[in-house]
């Protein structure tokens, strides 16, 4: 076990998934559901992030690679897909109840959860640590801060039950207008990040 390894990923990991800064989003995009449904979500969530992150920390390198894409080229996808649910949400059509898949996908578990710079900081986490001790280490303070994130996540569902309808609706709007500014900044650095490359 290589402690250094394991408390850098859990600090780099937490600070940039910033499950925190997820729970307004969870909040109204699952205030329509029962409870129930919002554990299940929450779950799903954490899950499919730790293991997209996980994924890109053991074979990332090498996917991408495989693929010829770049992890700006990934950070612009990512950029478009969550400016699309943001126009969906300011539309009001994000909240539906049986659109269970579509908010545990797109836009909780990537790109806000497991986003191009989670992806990208365990794949320089997993380089820097290229034993088997590291490595394991790595994959463990995934698995740390995906838990962290799992509850974090069921304790907003709680708070979910106590908004009323109006609050949601306007919270919602109001939380478009945000990840719409994330998606554009994504692509914005992604963009300049290849210019600068290129120069």
Do not use: C, K
């Not at 394991?6 to 409870?35: K, W």
């Not at 990934?74 to 300011?90: D, K, R």
């Not at 497991?114 to 320089?124: N, R, S």
Request: proline share 4%.
């Amino acid at each position: 076990m290589n402690w250094l390894a394991f408390t850098e990923t859990v600090v780099t990991l937490f600070v940039i998934v910033d499950p925190l800064g997820t729970v307004p989003v969870f909040v109204a995009l699952t205030a329509d559901r029962t409870p129930a449904q919002r554990r299940w979500a929450a779950l799903q969530s954490a899950a499919v992030a730790g293991v997209l992150i996980a994924v890109f920390a053991l074979f990332g390198r090498i996917l991408l690679g495989y693929l010829n894409v770049s992890i700006q080229s990934l950070a612009i996808a990512g950029g478009l897909l969550l400016l699309l649910v943001a126009l969906e949400m300011f539309r009001g059509h994000a909240a539906q109840p049986n659109s269970n898949v579509n908010i545990v996908l797109v836009p909780l578990a990537t790109p806000l959860l497991a986003g191009p710079g989670a992806i990208a900081a365990v794949m320089v986490l997993a380089n820097r640590h290229t034993d088997f001790a590291g490595r394991l280490s790595v994959t463990l303070g995934v698995v740390a801060v995906v838990a962290a994130v799992a509850v974090i996540l069921l304790l907003a569902g709680v708070l979910a039950r106590f908004l009323r309808p109006a609050v949601v609706d306007f919270l919602t709007r109001v939380l478009a207008l945000l990840l719409s500014a994330i998606a554009v900044q994504l692509v914005v650095d992604a963009v300049r990040a290849l210019i600068v490359g290129v120069h």
